[in-house]
């Protein structure tokens, strides 16, 4: 009896795991040395243009609105450029959610319909939608200018917006499509089992559970509009009705070509600052977004 309990602790003494022995943390530090550099030279690329537009916008500098010393003279001077900043400001943020609003409604219920009904040329469909990102920007926004003119919307924000949604709609509705597919079924027909209709199951259950999808898609339409030059340049032709890129670029050609370089960077830095404080506030969702279709189920 005294054999057999000695056999059984030794049995459980060569089961018992043993305890790791952890890094110390000048190994640590070692071997996590070339992560740190290599992403602190990253955001060093990255972050030096701006910091320096930032810097630059509100040094003095001769031939700018801001001649010597520090000051906002550059910001006073885009303040007061035509309009007026707040105009154009006005304009763009217009036209950014209006897309933001379009391509949610387009793709969301797009998205949804790919990822959940089965109906004849579903995944014809589908690439078909894809294949706008083949085709050239540039090339379709004459012929659209001309559609635009016919339909009343010429000259008008709602139509730059209906434009930029176009272009957006590929990208939304895949990145919608995963988001739904990563959602099981079950959670479907558990809606329905409780007596909820397609769509208060859609509205209820399915858009809360591809929340990170939505921000994700309504961040990337967001910055994409308020960052588009090209479109407004070729849709607008009322200076009222510019954009804010629109502006400042209108803003560099001066008179006997004398460049206003102060006041152009304080328009690139009022231009960065919502895109940078959407994504600080909003990367968790952004990161979850594009995670959601890794692992489906």
Not at 31 to 50: H, K, N, R, S, V
Not at 217 to 231: H, K, M, P, R, S
Request: charge should be positive; include cysteine; hydrophobic fraction near 55%.
């Amino acid at each position: 009896m005294a054999l057999q309990t000695q056999s059984a602790t030794e049995l459980i003494r060569v089961d018992e795991p043993r305890p790791r022995v952890g890094r110390s943390p000048a190994m640590r530090l070692v071997l996590g040395l070339p992560y740190w550099l290599f992403t602190t030279a990253l955001a060093i690329i990255f972050l030096y243009p701006l910091i320096w537009t930032a810097v630059a916008s509100v040094q003095g500098r001769a031939g700018t609105s801001q001649p010597e010393g520090w000051g906002f003279g550059n910001y006073v001077a885009l303040a007061n450029y035509q309009a007026g900043v707040w105009v154009y400001l006005g304009n763009s943020l217009f036209v950014s959610l209006l897309t933001v609003l379009l391509t949610l409604a387009v793709s969301t219920l797009g998205g949804y319909a790919f990822a959940r009904f089965r109906f004849p040329g579903k995944n014809v469909l589908f690439l078909t939608t894809l294949a706008i990102l083949m085709v050239p920007y540039a090339t379709l926004l004459i012929p659209l200018y001309v559609i635009l003119g016919a339909v009343g919307l010429s000259n008008s924000l709602v139509g730059v917006a209906i434009v930029l949604t176009m272009f957006q709609l590929p990208f939304s509705m895949f990145m919608m499509r995963i988001s739904f597919e990563s959602i099981p079924r079950e959670l479907d027909e558990a809606a329905m089992v409780d007596g909820c209709s397609t769509w208060s199951a859609l509205w209820r259950v399915l858009l809360p559970a591809v929340k990170p999808g939505l921000v994700t898609v309504g961040l990337f339409a967001f910055l994409a509009a308020w960052n588009d030059f090209f479109a407004p340049l070729i849709l607008i032709t009322d200076t009222n009705r510019m954009t804010l890129p629109l502006a400042v670029a209108n803003l560099r050609v001066q008179v006997q070509g004398v460049i206003d370089y102060g006041a152009t960077e304080a328009g690139v830095v009022v231009l960065a600052l919502p895109c940078i404080v959407l994504f600080l506030v909003l990367q968790r969702h952004y990161v979850r977004g594009f995670m959601s279709g890794a692992f489906k189920g």
